[in-house]
């Protein structure tokens, strides 16, 4: 109606009118014989028809020149070329707002300017001139425009219909730009039954290069960045969210956060502070080593006792790893102590095997140990007091007084001869990468770290341990963290590490473990001194060696300051990342989309072909017993200020202190770890703060847990489809969903104790499958970045978990075409896909990352993950309704005949 209004109203129209309603008038006054009715009434009925046809001529006519114009004039109108087009304006904050544009074509040409300025413009604009998915036939494209403006509390909404939508399709502005940002990420170049991550995610991975400062970058760090740079701002500006009185316990707990943030974006002030900090770490280390009961006793079990005690309170790994966990044998909501391995310098036994890194790393540890003093003369000087009084002290000087370190290498005789400390450091730093050599030799497989819970469940009573390493006073030890509770039991994960580490350290000289310890310390702690130090220049050429980072390349500070703000006070920057991103009804939501795959994975249970009745009715047990946590925690209540507060009330802030703040908010969280110890489970704790992009199941206490930072697009939305919701966020939910049966996770009772409750008919039948992912999954490979292939399956058994874990993505699917059934799901603008096509698409976006072949390795060797392309493609591999929604030929290669697929939940 609209449309032909113009035309209704042109004035050069007027006289013609006039006179054929005086004609009309005439006859009308005239005597009406019988044909004269019959004409008249044929003329009047001719006259409407016409009226109507000049109308629609019109209305089709002003189209038609609108795109002509568009497409830049011409004598005749070319056709629709599939263009969807959205822009926005719009002012979300007087002090810092944000400026983006994207421009995407079919062939993924996108363009991306983030910075903080006035004004907010997004301009996209989509081609929709690729070639369709398989066997789909091209079909309407309805075509756009936005245009939204916001100043102040007003605000005006303009919508423009180039051409009319289909009833169904959705307008808004957010599904304009999600149809605009699943066509970006496209390439359609790729066949997707054959390449479906490429196919899924080219377009995504052509526009956004490698930084220069990242070894690896995804749609999992795209969105950590968003969440920081929202939290930024919080900390940088004022928001009607945030409170307003710095006296209140919410004032306090925003100031405390915006203190720790400024003390780390004080670069200059850090780089002239130097290694001050770190000195003092390192001067204590070497005060409470050199305490002995007897200078004597070489191994000086009380000093190695309370310098161990001092690196673990401050997060540094050393010798072995206390961790205060649920009895999963017994009880698993008592917390019980467990006694482990520790981590090492280099992230994986492997790297030590490697001459070209253990080399390097040996450069590194000689370059923090000469960066740090020989000795603390302060020391020296106050033994020599004591010593003027007649009392015994440790070590005499020249320090150290002992030959050899036992260690077989021709002893240590040569570092005592006058020399200068560079040349002391080198010696010691090679004999430092031999001890930890050692203990990643006498560590259990990380294989069987990750996946076998009852070879690493030995409980045993202390004593025990304490007979075996004797070296260790464990009373003292406890009584550093919790001198009110001394356990009389403990779980090792691995018995003969207790064994192999008291020989070692028999074998091992004081000087040697002095300067692993020290080691340790600067490799934990340097990353918070000034860029300008040489320890922090040292410790980054290993980040750079072992992620592929460009030599020198160095993030964005205000990006890193603001995830040590998340590390650090977690739970209190949650606070208002939650009140600024998670309201309305995301919560609920998101809880709906885990509640329909928990209920679409017990429907399933009855059509397992290798899971028996009983076993079936034990897992739906346990699905119904898992508890569903979503957004945040309430302990420490993130709406509740005082419980905040009260956290962290440990944490002292400075704002001039960036490395002694780091190292208060590590003490606080190492004490807050022992106060568990003999206590029940808080059933309320998360083992991850609101804003962190990533989830969790934990089979002790049967839970899975989804933090608001992972709620949002591109994983999740409110407004969003559920075709699009459930393949994204969907999957994410039924992966965790998916540990409780995994080869892990299935080994744990609905109650979280380790229980083989299923029978030896259903175990064996999932050993089948198990055995079928593990084959599936040892053809993949990734490059080296030498020229040279590493196959997935150099550690299959760790990440055959994680591989099960993504066949759940077929309840998801299940799940949204269950609730599908009662609910009308709108279109998305522009994109001629299916909603199954785009269900597996949103799925297959979330995983787009791009990776330097050297963190590419340290992910395979470390990560009981698989590659991103291979969890793609490997968990589309296996379920026939990916290769039925695209068409796929019999021949795909992601269309396997039945029997090669290793269908898990059938």
């Given at each position: ?74 004598d005749h109108p070319k056709p629709p070329s599939g263009t969807v087009t959205a822009t926005r304006t719009m002012t979300e904050r007087p002090t ?111 526009a956004h290069p490698l930084p220069a400062d990242k070894g690896s970058f995804g749609n999992f760090e795209a969105l950590s960045q968003q969440n ?679």
């Amino acid at each position: 109606m609209s449309e032909s209004a113009p035309l209704l109203q042109d004035a050069s129209n007027n006289d013609h009118n006039n006179r054929d309603s005086s004609t009309l008038r005439s006859i009308a006054q005239e005597p009406l014989t019988p044909l004269t009715k019959i004409l008249l009434v044929i003329a009047l009925v001719l006259l409407l028809v016409s009226s109507v046809f000049i109308g629609l001529f019109a209305g089709t006519q002003h189209k038609l020149n609108l795109e002509r114009d568009r497409n830049g004039g011409g004598d005749h109108p070319k056709p629709p070329s599939g263009t969807v087009t959205a822009t926005r304006t719009m002012t979300e904050r007087p002090t810092a707002t944000a400026t983006e544009t994207f421009i995407s074509t079919a062939t993924s040409i996108t363009t991306s300017i983030a910075t903080m300025t006035a004004t907010r413009i997004v301009t996209t604009t989509v081609t929709d001139s690729h070639p369709g998915p398989t066997g789909v036939p091209p079909g309407k494209v309805s075509y756009y425009a936005f245009f939204w403006s916001t100043k102040g509390k007003e605000r005006t909404k303009l919508n423009y219909l180039l051409h009319l939508l289909p009833q169904r399709t959705c307008s808004t502005s957010q599904c304009i730009l999600l149809s605009a940002s699943i066509l970006a990420s496209l390439d359609t170049t790729q066949d997707p039954c054959e390449n479906f991550y490429d196919y899924a995610n080219g377009g995504w991975l052509k526009a956004h290069p490698l930084p220069a400062d990242k070894g690896s970058f995804g749609n999992f760090e795209a969105l950590s960045q968003q969440n920081k740079q929202l939290i930024q701002r919080l900390l940088e500006t004022e928001s009607d969210l945030l409170p307003t009185d710095a006296d209140s316990e919410d004032g306090k707990i925003l100031k405390k956060l915006r203190d720790f943030y400024s003390s780390c974006k004080k670069e200059d002030q850090l780089n002239d502070i130097g290694a001050a900090p770190l000195e003092d770490v390192v001067k204590t280390i070497r005060r409470l080593y050199r305490t002995r009961e007897s200078e004597l006793d070489d191994q000086n079990r009380e000093g190695l006792t309370a310098a161990v005690a001092f690196l673990h309170s401050r997060g540094i790994p050393a010798l072995f790893n206390l961790d205060i966990e649920g009895d999963v044998g017994d009880d698993p909501n008592h917390m019980v102590l467990w006694f482990s391995q520790p981590s090492l310098g280099l992230p994986s036994p492997e790297y030590y095997e490697e001459d070209s890194i253990r080399d390097i790393y040996q450069e590194v540890i000689e370059s923090l140990l000469s960066s740090l003093p020989e000795e603390d003369q302060d020391m020296k000087q106050e033994e020599l007091a004591v010593q003027d009084e007649g009392s015994k002290v440790w070590p005499p000087w020249p320090w150290p007084p002992w030959e050899g370190d036992g260690d077989g290498d021709g002893g240590d005789g040569d570092d005592d001869k006058p020399g200068n400390w560079t040349d002391k450091a080198r010696k010691l730093a090679k004999k430092v990468v031999k001890f930890e050599r050692k203990i990643a030799k006498a560590s259990l497989e990380l294989d069987i770290l990750y996946q076998d819970p009852i070879a690493t469940y030995n409980p045993e009573p202390l004593s025990n341990l304490t007979d075996t390493l004797t070296q260790i006073d464990f009373r003292s030890y406890f009584a550093a963290f919790a001198p009110r509770s001394y356990p009389s039991r403990v779980i090792l994960t691995y018995p003969q590490y207790v064994v192999s580490l008291s020989k070692l350290l028999d074998d091992t000289s004081p000087k040697v473990l002095e300067a692993y310890f020290i080691a340790q310390a600067a490799l934990t702690l340097s990353p918070y001194l000034g860029m300008e130090t040489q320890a922090w220049k040292a410790q980054r050429i290993l980040v750079e060696t072992l992620t592929g980072i460009k030599k020198g390349a160095v993030g964005d500070r205000a990006e890193y300051c603001v995830g040590e703000v998340e590390a650090k006070l977690g739970f209190a920057a949650g606070r208002y990342f939650v009140n600024e991103t998670f309201g309305g009804e995301s919560k609920e939501k998101g809880t709906k989309v885990i509640e329909d795959i928990v209920k679409a994975f017990k429907g399933s249970l009855s059509h397992i072909d290798w899971m028996d009745k009983k076993s079936a009715d034990a897992a739906a047990e346990k699905a119904t017993a898992i508890r569903i946590k979503v957004g945040y925690p309430v302990s420490p209540d993130t709406l509740d200020p005082h419980s905040i507060s009260k956290y962290y009330s440990q944490v002292d802030v400075d704002k001039h202190k960036f490395f002694e703040n780091v190292v208060q908010a590590i003490k606080s969280d190492q004490m807050r770890k022992w106060q568990k110890l003999g206590k029940p489970r808080d059933r309320d704790a998360w083992e991850m703060y609101p804003s962190t992009v990533n989830a969790y199941f934990n089979p002790p206490a049967n839970e899975i847990v989804f933090p608001a930072g992972i709620l949002q697009p591109p994983f999740f939305s409110k407004d969003w489809p559920a075709y699009i919701s459930y393949g994204s966020f969907g999957h994410v939910a039924s992966h965790e969903l998916t540990h409780a049966f995994d080869s892990a996770g299935r080994l744990y009772n609905q109650q979280g104790k380790l229980e083989e409750w299923w029978t030896k008919k259903t175990s064996e039948g999932f050993q089948v499958k198990q055995d079928c992912i593990v084959k599936q999954y040892s053809e993949y490979t990734i490059d080296d970045g030498k020229g040279g292939k590493i196959h997935v399956n150099v550690s299959i058994v760790k990440t055959s978990g994680e591989n099960i874990g993504d066949t759940g993505l077929i309840q998801a699917y299940r799940a949204w075409k269950a609730q599908s059934q009662d609910t009308e799901e709108y279109d998305l603008p522009g994109l001629d896909y299916t909603k199954e096509q785009l269900f597996f698409i949103s799925f297959a976006r979330i995983w787009a990352r791009a990776m330097k072949p050297e963190a590419a390795v340290q992910r395979i060797r470390t990560d009981p993950h698989s590659p991103s392309r291979y969890r793609v493609d490997g968990t589309v591999f296996n379920i026939p309704e990916f290769a039925k929604a695209f068409h796929c030929s019999n021949s795909a290669k992601l269309n396997p005949p039945r029997e090669k697929q290793c269908i898990f939940w059938s």
